[in-house]
């Protein structure tokens, strides 16, 4: 399976060599990156070379990087204060604040294909220029499947499609302000419904409840399964 | 005045051949289809974003709560996302009964699949034979887990428990009599594995009778026959996977082309439909009965004679067993680092699939070396699925939207996550 995904690697870089930004093979799994002014070059080519020829589109994946390796707990020090963040605000302007701070590349799209033809998938993953206004190109003309994926992704995470014929919130309430799969998007919410009696209709106010965290996140040093991962490649 | 051709209806989302919470604008020519709008996410509750704030182990029963119908599938995509990550395996035992457990699922969602299906069209008595084969499925559910539905039974490295000695027995109540008692007990007085092979045995005869209440039957057919045609390179641009992709004649099973779990020692067959109507995506799937009856049966021969471990013996993953907690101090260790702080993965990212029920589930986790998830995606068979509805209704009377939403096998909770 490897040696396959290996051949098919080197066909893929022989072919597109200034279109592919980076490719890896892990877990036996071949993730090509591009960049999104090449997404739909790279895609075309994907489909329609025989050796590739990946006829379906099994996934389109929004992820926020915004709080990537980012942990609760601190393991090298021995403090043992609870590092639950609570500083989140229904304050649009404070949350855009922090958002400032982030550096590189916040959101990606990850697509993934699957070869019925030949039997095998590859991963496809684009990061969005920019953090503000993150816009990718629509490969919803490739591949018709991915019409609604993207709508899911633009509605989670607010990852703009250009090109999309239809793209409208699909998950989120009618109505719904915010993207809720972005990682200062609160876990709780933003808002609560509740049948206001005196009004005689439902009404939407701010989140009573406080956010709590049971589990901390940590990220351990020792990855004693990373090794174990490494000599299966 | 003018003539008003077009007309929106509403069709749901309480509708009871709305399989649950769809909302469907259907803009209408008269009585023939010119546009579906499938509104989904009635049911949306966030799966993804809970795991992102749970350790690895505490989402394993929010998988069952995706298609509710088929749970362990579910489960087994997420585990063995996860057992990738780890670059672990489980015991060889554990994979014949998460083979023996898929499968018992594949019948359990066809089963509920068929009834609602035939509900829809019209025909009432299907769907009280199917949950009287159900039942005894989630009996089986019951006496491993515990829980009828939500089983929360495999784990990363293998399953919660091996399967028990005993089923549990019916009970005297003012219900039924003693004769009742005695001949529904009459199955269960062996192990798990005893009734699930006196299950195997009976459960061909089942399928043939239902098979008799539809297959020939002209009203099911009239119904069914050149709905919602699908042919094959539209079925593999719209995303469709598993008896949506063979019922247009493409032979793609990933039990067969990329083998997990023990599918590649057992012996069984792939349906595969002509036309890429609804009445062959029936054909397919009463077939896939037969032939998961027959994988169940081979497991409950191997597991009859193969004892053994069933779950990994890395308790850095695994919690130890519950007698060497109360003396040994390791093991107490371990389990109070298991319940308080779950396991890291390494770096990186996976994606792993399976054939569920309904098509290709998969799960994607980018892991960021932290004992959760950074970011899970569940790739859900029936989203690519509702999202060809307008495709597949097109053209179609309105009472064929109800066939055609039967024929997917649409449940909710996996489309709004």
């Known amino acids: 399976m490897s040696e396959a995904l290996q051949k098919l690697d080197t066909h893929i870089a022989d072919s597109l060599s200034s279109k592919i930004q980076e490719s890896k093979i892990a877990l036996n799994e071949l993730t090509i990156e591009v960049l999104p002014e090449n997404l739909i070059e790279v895609s075309t080519f994907l489909r329609d070379d025989a050796v590739c020829g990946f006829e379906q589109l099994m996934d389109v994946c929004g992820v926020d990087y915004l709080t990537y390796g980012e942990s609760e707990w601190d393991t090298s020090g021995s403090s043992f204060a609870r590092g639950v963040k609570r500083e989140f605000s229904f304050d649009e302007s404070e949350v855009n604040e922090s958002d400032k701070e982030f550096e590189g590349k916040r959101f990606a799209v990850v697509i993934h294909l699957l070869s019925i033809k030949n039997n095998h998938r590859i991963r496809l993953k684009t990061y969005c220029e920019d953090n503000e206004f993150p816009v990718v190109d629509s490969v919803t003309e490739i591949w018709n499947s991915a019409n609604w994926f993207e709508r899911e992704a633009f509605d989670l995470f607010g990852i703009m499609f250009n090109g999309h014929p239809d793209l409208r919130r699909i998950l989120t309430d009618y109505g719904f302000s915010g993207h809720p799969f972005r990682k200062d998007f609160p876990l709780i919410g933003q808002v609560e419904m509740r049948y206001d009696e005196e009004q005689k209709r439902v009404v939407y106010e701010p989140v009573s409840i406080e956010p709590r965290i049971l589990v901390p996140r940590i990220i351990r040093d020792d990855q004693r399964f990373s090794a174990a991962t490494e000599v299966e490649e | 005045m003018p003539e008003i051709r077009n007309f929106t209806l509403n069709f749901g989302p309480a509708h009871p051949a709305a399989h649950g919470v769809l909302r469907l604008v259907l803009e209408m020519d008269g009585e023939v289809i010119q546009r579906a709008d499938p509104h989904v996410g009635l049911l949306h509750r966030g799966t993804e974003k809970l795991a992102e704030s749970k350790p ?290 390494p770096e990186g990212e996976a994606y792993a699939a399976i054939e569920h029920p309904k098509g290709e589930f998969g799960c994607y986790i980018v892991s960021d070396g932290a004992n959760k998830p950074y970011r899970l995606k569940i790739r859900a068979p029936g989203f690519a699925h509702m999202s060809a509805m307008d495709e597949l209704t097109k053209g179609h009377m309105l009472a064929d939207v109800v066939t055609i939403i039967g024929t997917m096998d649409i449940v909710f909770g996996e489309v709004d996550r």
Request: proline share 4%; glycine share 6%.
């Open chain 2, 56 to 345: 690895y182990n505490q989402s394993i029963g929010y998988m069952d709560r995706l298609d509710y119908v088929s749970m362990m599938c579910n489960e087994h995509g997420y585990v063995l996302a996860l057992e990738k990550m780890l670059g672990i395996e489980a015991p060889i035992r554990a994979q014949y009964i998460r083979t023996m457990f898929d499968e018992i699922t594949r019948i359990l969602n066809h089963l509920l699949w068929i009834g609602a299906h035939a509900l829809d069209v019209g025909a009432m008595t299907m769907f009280l034979y199917a949950f009287r084969e159900r039942e005894d499925l989630m009996d089986v559910y019951e006496a491993v887990s515990g829980a009828r539905l939500h089983a929360t039974y495999y784990r990363p490295g293998g399953v919660y428990r091996d399967l028990p000695d005993t089923m549990p027995l019916h009970e005297k109540s003012r219900w039924y009599s003693d004769a009742d008692i005695e001949r529904l007990n009459q199955t269960r007085s062996g192990s798990v594995l005893d009734f699930i092979e006196d299950f195997t045995n009976r459960f061909p005869g089942c399928v043939d009778e239902y098979e008799t209440l539809l297959t020939d039957n002209r009203i099911w057919k009239q119904r069914l026959v050149d709905i919602g045609i699908v042919s094959p390179e539209r079925a593999l641009q719209l995303g469709l996977t598993g008896a949506m992709l063979r019922g247009s004649g493409i032979e793609w099973d990933l039990r067969k082309k990329q083998p997990y779990a023990m599918y590649d020692q057992v012996d069984f067959d792939i349906p595969v439909g002509v036309n890429g109507d609804s009445y062959d995506r029936y054909l397919v799937r009463i077939e896939e009965m037969r032939q998961s009856n027959k994988i169940i049966k081979q497991c409950v021969d191997w597991l009859r004679v193969n004892p053994g471990s069933v779950i990994h013996h890395d308790h850095k993953i695994t919690p130890p067993n519950r007698e060497a907690m109360k003396g040994d101090m390791e093991a107490l260790i371990h389990h109070f680092k298991l319940a308080t702080e779950g396991y890291c993965l």
